[in-house]
């Protein structure tokens, strides 16, 4: 089984509320919405769309080089 990581993040009441609100609306979990968020910074950094939000992206991180 691949290691998996948790981490803590602190939202104000407006951001937690948003965040609701799309979960509801999408249908996805808090936690869901959380690993998009990070895929998307992540794609956005090394500049690619390899990153999904799914139970294991280790592998596809490997050897990547963030855009300059």
């Given amino acids: 089984?691949?290691?998996?990581?948790?981490?803590?993040i602190n939202l104000d009441i407006?951001?937690?509320?948003?965040?609701?609100r799309i979960s509801e609306n999408t249908?996805?979990?808090l936690a869901w919405l959380g690993r998009r968020a990070i895929c998307d910074y992540i794609n956005l950094q090394y500049g690619d769309n390899s990153c999904q939000p799914t139970k294991s992206n280790h592998t596809l991180l490997?050897?990547?080089q963030i855009k300059s």
Avoid: W
Wanted: without cysteine.
């Fill in 14 to 20: 407006d951001e937690y509320e948003a965040l609701q």
């Fill in 27 to 29: 249908e996805r979990s």
């Fill in 1 to 8: 089984m691949a290691t998996k990581f948790r981490i803590t």
């Fill in 62 to 64: 490997a050897g990547r």
